[in-house]
């Protein structure tokens, strides 16, 4: 997940992107999960016994129609030459357009809009493909066979043998995978820890930002959705379940007295990353091990993601997100779709995928000892590993909100008087 300006990418080239921890490290955060497998191994093998798994599931397609093309629609880092330039080679000649979003809802509407006769692939937040875009049949289910084995391979948060797949990469009756994780972090709030220490920033949570003490010393990271999870939070009530009149109230006057009371309000997460280097404030509201590990990355480890110790939802406090992509159910879709997710689970695209330009993130697939052995020590510093699966385990869902449309409005308004 990511937000920046939408950009397209065709074969042009364009920019390109940017030791070791101990094994029990390692271990412990994995869960022992399973050594990796030949994810690396030459596309072009694959893709006859692949393509004869597809055409089971599928209907009957004129040979040839399409087979060079590819269409993405995601968020930024799969519309890099660092992903796409490798994917040209393997299969030279194939045509691929991406096309980055700046939120799910905006990139599902295209869909919605007639749009599937164009895309091939969609990489959206996980609570979108089984709670929207399947229902409403936007996208159709991976060949299981295919891409089980891929999942069986991920992070513990999104496999284990106790439960199986994440729900949220299958159809309700769990028969079907509709998408495949990579990107994935936790996403509640930002300190700089010379100002406020991390333990007085988890054990205080979101409500911290009420305190009047803070008045013009936090901005807030302007990335609309993710605001209104996290006024709820603030407010001390679940995002993701019905909502009471007073809860409604609860959450205006708390989305009037977080925007009167902030000095900056800013959807460049740069910008503020800047604030808090150069001491302007002390915090933001929003972000996480996203929006910081570029400023990490650079050397500024006391810019630090937050995931509060307790909160309203079940206990807990703070949010994560992941990210799936899934096949769009494009009447003439494009083999090269299913040949591009497993593309993508090679470990050296696993990093470039994990290390896109502008902000870093953990991927699924840094269970396997061959993608996990890609990461330095400063970028694993970055991605705030040491705490990753303590982050995780304090951190819900991302989720769809009831009431958005209305919760959305009274944001935009206090958002609007502060302007």
Same mark, same amino acid.
């Given at each position: ?234 407010? !001390? &009530?679940?995002?993701? #379940?019905?909502?009471? %009149? ?5 959450? @205006? =006057?708390? *989305?009037? +007295?977080? $925007? ?38 650079? !050397? &500024?480890?006391?810019? #630090?993601?937050?995931? %509060? ?5 079940? @206990? =807990?406090? *703070?949010? +994560?997100? $992941? ?97």
């Amino acid at each position: 997940m990511a937000t920046t300006h939408p950009t397209t990418t065709t074969n042009a080239a364009a920019p390109a992107a940017r030791s070791r921890l101990n094994r029990r490290d390692f271990m412990r955060l994995t869960g022992g999960l399973a050594a990796g497998f030949a994810a690396g191994a030459a596309l072009t093998s694959l893709t006859t016994r692949a393509h004869a798994q597809d055409a089971a599931q599928r209907p009957a397609r004129r040979p040839g129609k399409r087979d060079n093309e590819l269409n993405i629609l995601c968020w930024e880092g799969y519309n890099t030459e660092d992903v796409l330039g490798p994917f040209r080679k393997t299969l030279p000649g194939v045509k691929v357009k991406a096309e980055s979003g700046t939120d799910d809802p905006s990139m599902i509407n295209k869909l919605r809009a007639g749009e599937t006769r164009l895309w091939d692939l969609i990489n959206v937040n996980q609570c979108w493909a089984r709670g929207e875009m399947l229902p409403e049949n936007l996208i159709v289910p991976l060949n299981r066979p295919r891409f089980e084995p891929y999942m069986e391979k991920m992070m513990k948060w999104f496999y284990n043998s106790k439960d199986g797949i994440t729900p949220f990469a299958l159809s309700p009756d769990g028969r079907d995978i509709i998408g495949l994780v990579q990107r994935f972090g936790p996403n509640t709030f930002v300190v700089n820890t010379k100002k406020i220490s991390r333990a007085t920033a988890e054990d205080q949570g979101l409500p911290m930002f009420l305190d009047p003490k803070l008045k013009n010393r936090y901005g807030v990271l302007a990335y609309d959705n993710w605001n209104v999870i996290h006024l709820c939070i603030t407010a !001390g &009530f679940d995002p993701f #379940r019905p909502h009471t %009149p007073d809860e409604i109230e609860r959450f @205006g =006057k708390t *989305a009037r +007295q977080i $925007f009167a009371n902030t000095k900056i309000i800013s959807g460049d997460l740069i910008q503020l990353n800047q604030a808090l280097v150069n001491g302007d404030i002390d915090c933001y509201f929003g972000g996480g091990t996203y929006t910081v590990s570029t400023a990490r990355h650079e !050397g &500024f480890s006391e810019i #630090r993601g937050i995931s %509060p110790l307790r909160g309203p939802m079940h @206990g =807990k406090g *703070a949010t +994560q997100w $992941f990210e799936l992509t899934s096949l769009v159910n494009n009447p003439d879709l494009s083999p090269r779709a299913s040949d591009f997710l497993e593309f993508v689970q090679r470990p050296e695209i696993c990093k470039a995928v994990a290390f896109a330009e502008g902000t870093y993130n953990p991927v699924s697939q840094m269970s396997q000892p061959e993608v996990f052995a890609k990461f330095s020590k400063q970028d694993l510093d970055a991605l705030q590993w040491e705490t990753l699966e303590e982050d995780m385990n304090r951190s819900v869902d991302y989720q769809i909100i009831p009431e958005n449309d209305l919760l959305t409005t009274i944001y935009n308004e206090a958002k609007r008087t502060r302007a």
